[in-house]
């Protein structure tokens, strides 16, 4: 995906940053941030898979003049 963000990469440091935290708002403010991250992880996964279809399927379709 080129120079797209990591996602998943983000989440899991705000869920380490999650387990390491002391102070309880401080871990769900991370654990939110970390949900956040993942659920743009899956748009972003659902973006490309529906692309690739969409690719794929303009190969089988023969072009009419």
Known sequence: MGNQP???AQAA??????????L????ER???AE???LE???RQESIATQKANREAAALCV????
């Open 6 to 8: 990591d996602f998943r």
């Open 13 to 22: 440091r705000c869920r380490a940053d999650a387990d390491a935290a002391t």
């Open 24 to 27: 309880e708002n401080v871990r």
């Open 30 to 32: 991370n654990l939110r």
């Open 35 to 37: 949900a956040a991250w």
């Open 40 to 42: 743009m992880a899956t």
């Open 62 to 65: 023969p072009q009419s003049n």
